[in-house]
């Protein structure tokens, strides 16, 4: 079965992706600290005739990491070069990117803690000095060329902000977090983007997906298609609150919001008393890879109270026995508490 909330985009849905990007930040919905900060940032730099600060974006997967980095670039009227940390397997490519930028150009890396160690050695002359040395020839023949390049803007997002080394992360003078979105932003998100599909959502629809789409855009968006999809074929293109839970249900979405994987984290905790469970135990009974669990799954177990993370592994707690319908084992008492 495909998963609601896979991280990547699925066939068909980059294009679709793509076309709901905002491109500027009008149509950027919430995040209002993250684009105060930025906004401040980018008409300083104008007023200044300088290149934006280095810009590193962190955030769960589907947040607006890639859409803000669009955005902040032609805010500055400025082209933007994509790339990502595991395309620049050898400091040779990342080169090849950096001699072609002009001045003032925004270089994107997409999940830039994945760049191998060379790579990002060779980043820390090229961002502070905007100059980077390469190594040519082997053995006792190698010697190293500086090169020097024009100033640029480094933009590099990331699922796994702990993962940058520290020296790494200080070349960054500007750190946005984003954090997942509240239902009201979400049901905005997905009314615009009804309109950009040409469908009609009523609201109490668009309530009702950006209830169960767990923080995040990229799942309200992507639940919005499928419903589409629904409304188009036997509803006359229109999306009311019993169309919305038709096509969730279709999804295998429940009335929590959880999905046929976040039940069945939840029935393995339930299986092993309740945890903790270790993430290796959880990713082999649920079929799918730890990062993922770790990434996309657990954050709204989390947040939702299903879920704790200790440091012995995963436990449920009391409100998960109740949504599994099953009876909540009595409370412990704490060892130290007993007498
Ligand atoms: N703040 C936002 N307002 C409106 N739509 C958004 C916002 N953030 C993300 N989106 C939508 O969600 C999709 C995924 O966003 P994206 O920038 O690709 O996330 P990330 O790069 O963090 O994984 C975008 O195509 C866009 O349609
Ligand atoms: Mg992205």
Do not use: W
Not at 196 to 222: I, K, M, W, Y
Not at 232 to 243: K, L, P
């Amino acid at each position: 079965m495909s998963q609601p909330f896979a991280p990547t985009a699925e066939h068909g849905e980059d294009l679709f992706e793509v076309t709901l990007r905002p491109r500027n930040f009008d149509r950027f919905v919430g995040q209002r600290r993250v684009v105060d900060n930025l906004q401040l940032a980018l008409r300083a730099a104008r007023a200044r005739g300088d290149c934006l600060d280095h810009l590193l974006l962190s955030g769960l997967p589907g947040l607006g990491k890639t859409t803000l980095a669009g955005i902040v670039a032609r805010a500055m009227g400025s082209q933007l070069h994509e790339t990502s940390g595991p395309a620049l397997a050898r400091p040779g490519d990342l080169v090849g990117i950096i001699s072609n930028l002009e001045e003032g150009d925004f270089l994107f890396i997409d999940e830039i803690h994945r760049l191998p160690r060379a790579v990002e050695e060779m980043l820390y002359t090229a961002m502070e000095d905007f100059v980077v040395d390469v190594v040519l020839d082997q053995g006792p023949a190698a010697r190293s060329l500086r090169l020097s390049m024009k100033p640029f803007t480094l933009v590099g997002a990331t699922t796994r902000e702990g993962l940058l080394s520290a020296p790494f992360r200080a070349r960054f003078g500007l750190q946005e977090k984003l954090e997942l979105y509240d239902p009201p932003e979400l049901a905005e998100v997905v009314t615009r983007s009804a309109k950009a599909l040409h469908v009609e959502l009523e609201s109490d629809a668009a309530h009702f997906l950006a209830e169960r789409s767990r923080g995040t855009p990229r799942v309200a968006n992507r639940f919005l298609r499928r419903v589409r999809d629904l409304a188009q074929e036997a509803y006359d293109n229109r999306i009311d609150g019993a169309v919305a839970a038709e096509g969730l249900g279709r999804l295998g979405i429940d009335c929590h919001g959880l999905c046929a994987l976040d039940r069945r984290i939840l029935e393995t905790l339930l299986q092993h008393g309740g945890g903790p469970v270790g993430l290796k135990t959880l990713a082999v009974a649920a079929g799918e890879e730890a990062r993922t669990i770790e990434e996309v799954y657990e954050p709204y177990l989390i947040r939702t109270g299903l879920l704790r993370r200790t440091s012995q592994g995963r436990c449920a707690s009391p409100r998960s026995y109740e949504i599994m319908g099953q009876e909540a084992p009595p409370p412990q008492r704490e060892p130290g508490l007993l007498f």
